[in-house]
């Protein structure tokens, strides 16, 4: 069975050291901008939202892809990046149905979860517990998506 992480908003205190430790362990830098996780405030409903990639089981944005820069690895089910072949044209981005994949002007790629090769650092730096890294079944599953689209759309709502 998959892993992956799990979302709580309702202990996420909207510190954002998953962004911080997010770029420092990937680019060694402390910019938000290119994080991989992204915290977004629901003023309304008094929540702060960390939202990446959830890992589809049908991923649209490697579907999307012309060149197989971002494939789905069976064995770890994480959907991979591979910089080498992409070539920027950031369908990836677009086709994305839960916003999770950004490109980074600074950085020349897209900005996407990995889960850090199996052991996520924004998960070992939450100091509320809103991100946990755990097996994935079914209903999990399902349940991720659920709230991915929700907070998603959610958010297009706002930024219009």
Known sequence: M??????????????????LVCTFSKYDDFNPKDA???VMPFDEEGLQVPLACIQCDEPECAAACPVDALVKNKETEV???????????KLC????????????????????CDLCGGDPE???LCPSGALEFKE???????????IAAHYSQAYKEVAK
């Open 2 to 19: 998959a892993k992956g992480i799990v979302f709580t908003p309702e202990k996420c205190i909207g510190c954002r050291i998953c962004e």
């Open 36 to 38: 991989a996780i992204r």
């Open 79 to 89: 959907v991979e990046y591979n910089r080498d072949l992409c070539i920027d044209c």
């Open 93 to 112: 981005v677009d086709a994305c149905p839960y916003d999770s994949i950004t490109y980074s002007e600074r950085l020349s790629r897209i900005i996407k």
């Open 122 to 124: 924004c998960v070992k």
């Open 136 to 146: 994935l079944d079914s209903e999990l599953k399902e349940k991720r998506e659920k």
